[in-house]
């Protein structure tokens, strides 16, 4: 089996350029298209070559404070103040300025176990799938798990 065989053709994609604004947005309206929750996108450039990933991860890391453990124990500080802060440093940002650029991809014929072994060891929720340069598809952990449980069953 390869990756191929489960991969997600119909994946949604954010650009460089974009707002951290709209892509909150389009994590949210790809959620609803799909009617499961999206954690995070890939970033294609204008010539549709994979530049990056973005994740709730990436985001959340961005906007907790860096001392939350100070802020933690100042209980007369009004959490909407501090939200407020955090939200506005959060506006002027571009997918470029959060996203991973790290990469780590398969190809088509990459066997579904190496898949599986590249995600546990590198921690990764979403495999994209290049074929002579170009995204093809996305293997997603979920997907990987319960094509393993139905063969198990």
Known sequence: MFAETIMDTNFHFLHPQQSITEAVGMFKSASIAENKKIFGMMVIDS???LVGMLSMYDILLFV???HIQILGEMEDLPEELLFEGIMNRVKPLRVE???????VMVRPDTQLIMAMDIMIQKHIRRLPVVDKGKVIGIVYRSD???HFMDILI
Not at 97 to 103: A, F, K, R
């Open 47 to 49: 010539k549709e070559q």
């Open 64 to 66: 907790r404070p860096k």
């Open 97 to 103: 300025d959060l996203m991973s650029t790290e990469l």
């Open 144 to 146: 990987l798990f319960f």
